[in-house]
């Protein structure tokens, strides 16, 4: 099934990976930047036997939990795919996705208790491509000057060094405040 004009579902669940799944006649949809309980417009980006990835086009109805985003490269850089959602959600949300891996894997356990450290500054490593960050899904560099989640040093070196300076190719960075 194709659609050529847009699509509108109610998002069901957050699954790993941070994409919020919806059903088109029973055909599961993966849709990125989204929560639960969301009516969208979307648009089917691509086709695969069992499932489909879409688009947003429009937001018809926002969860409450949605917030706009602190990152200016959000979206784009392929680093965070939650950042559209407030954090004790988000923690909700991941706490939901850890049961269910267990419970497709029929692994029983007890109560799981979420145990997280701050919102931003806490990344100590990254991968960098010709001085920039991947973009989501694509082979394109984004060059950032900053990011929320990396730890100070790593921001230091990006706000010191302009990205034409900085090494080609994949490179590790390890850094610790």
């Known amino acids: 099934m194709y659609f050529m004009e847009p699509v509108t579902v109610k998002t069901e669940k957050t699954v790993f ?8 006649n029973s055909k599961t949809v ?8 969301e009516t969208l ?3 089917i980006v691509q086709h695969k036997n069992d499932y489909d990835n879409a688009e947003i086009i429009k937001i018809l ?13 959000y979206g784009s850089c392929g ?7 407030q954090s004790e959600y988000q923690r909700v949300l991941r706490k939901q996705m850890l049961n269910d891996a267990f ?10 208790q979420v145990i997280y450290g701050p919102d931003f500054n806490y990344r100590s490593r990254f991968q960098f ?8 899904n ?15 040093a790593i921001n230091e070196y990006l706000k010191a060094t302009p990205a034409e300076n900085r090494p080609k190719g994949r490179t590790h960075f390890f850094a610790s405040s």
Do not use: W
């Open 17 to 24: 990976g941070g994409n919020t799944i919806a059903k088109i």
């Open 30 to 37: 993966f849709i990125p930047f989204t929560l639960p309980d």
């Open 41 to 43: 417009s979307i648009n």
């Open 61 to 73: 109805e926002p969860s409450p939990y949605r917030k706009n985003p602190e990152c200016k490269y």
């Open 79 to 85: 680093g965070c795919n939650m950042m559209h959602i």
């Open 103 to 112: 419970l497709a894997n029929k692994i029983d356990l007890p109560q799981i």
């Open 129 to 136: 491509t010709d001085g920039g960050l991947c973009q989501k």
């Open 138 to 152: 694509a082979n394109n560099v984004i060059t950032i000057d900053q990011c929320l989640c990396a730890e100070s």
